[in-house]
């Protein structure tokens, strides 16, 4: 249940490797998660801006974005835009972004910027009536490991790792556990992965399922069950502006990304419970 004394939990949704489904897993888990019945507010943490376009809000509207709020103009609050989705915000992200590293040069804190404002979110979380709050926040990183994702990572409780089903999908990933552990020492001790999400899976190639093999060899019980496939109609969806699951709820895409989506708060009951 949720209701005042929530506790917001913050994921960042990483992976340095581009084009491995962290966006994509942003907008449709986001919504899932949402449909489900949980509050979440989708943070856009990349200057393409992409979490933004495909959640409905063009450059256009990016009004208030996550820079003026890591310069801390303004709250994730105030900068939050609601979707078409009931439950579901997003605080856009555009260009402006690439400037920040540059802008907080001279701060010390400034890998602290994210974890500072969400703070304010889970103060909310614990006190006001759960229609007037966050349960999750989902942070889309940008491919890199830059001052932005730094930010995410000491902001999270926990990594959700998208990894493609392609060759050389594990060669990032060595090095993002690694810069997990770098974090745990220094910005974030409590940092945890959640789990590993395996993407644009096609089970009718050989290579799909060994990478998939390979990919549970190495992480073991930490990759969820569910499987994302590899879905034209999941690719389409961002140029309507739309998450899948309103685009077609009925493909194997948006199956999917609900299942995901309620192993990962069983995943999360388990946490409390241990
Ligand atoms: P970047 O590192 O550039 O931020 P990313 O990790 O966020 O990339 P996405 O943008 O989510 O990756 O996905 C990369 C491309 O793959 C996009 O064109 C997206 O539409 C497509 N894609 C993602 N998931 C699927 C899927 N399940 N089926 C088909 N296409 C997909
Ligand atoms: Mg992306």
Redesign the pocket.
């Known amino acids: 249940m949720t209701g005042p004394g929530s506790k917001l939990r913050t994921l960042a949704?990483a992976?340095q490797?581009?084009?491995?489904?962290?966006?994509?897993?942003?907008?449709n888990l986001g919504t899932a998660l949402a449909a489900i019945g949980e509050r979440v507010l989708v943070i856009d943490l990349?200057p393409?801006g992409?979490?933004s376009t495909g959640l409905g809000v063009p450059p256009e509207a990016r009004d208030r974005t996550m820079y003026d709020a890591l310069v801390g103009a303004v709250s994730l609050a105030e900068a939050a835009v609601q979707t078409a989705i009931p439950g579901l915000c997003v605080v856009p992200a555009n260009s402006d972004l690439v400037g920040l590293e540059a802008d907080l040069s001279g701060d010390a804190s400034r890998a602290y910027k994210l974890r500072d404002a969400v703070a304010v979110l889970a103060a909310q979380a614990e006190t006001r009536p759960a229609d007037q709050s966050f349960r999750y926040v989902l942070i889309?990183?940008?491919?890199s490991l830059n001052i932005l994702t730094l930010n995410a990572l000491a902001a999270a409780d926990a990594v959700l790792v998208?990894v493609?089903c392609e060759f050389f999908a594990l060669e990032g990933i060595s090095q993002l556990k690694d810069t997990i552990e770098q974090i745990r020492a220094t910005l974030n001790p409590s940092l945890e992965i959640q789990g590993v999400v395996l993407?644009?899976?096609d089970a009718r190639t050989t290579l799909s399922r060994e990478v998939a093999q390979e990919v549970r060899g190495f992480f073991g019980s930490k990759v969820y069950e569910s499987v994302?496939?590899?879905?034209?109609?999941?690719?389409?969806?961002?140029s309507h502006g739309k998450p899948i699951l309103l685009y077609d709820y009925d493909c194997a895409?948006s199956q999917?990304y609900i299942r995901l989506a309620t192993e990962i708060i069983e995943r999360e009951r388990q946490t409390k419970a241990a």
């Open positions: 949704i992976n490797k581009g084009g491995v489904g962290k966006t994509t897993t942003a907008i990349d393409q992409n979490a889309d990183c940008p491919p998208p493609q993407t644009m899976h994302i496939p590899r879905n034209t109609r999941v690719a389409e969806a961002p895409g999917a």
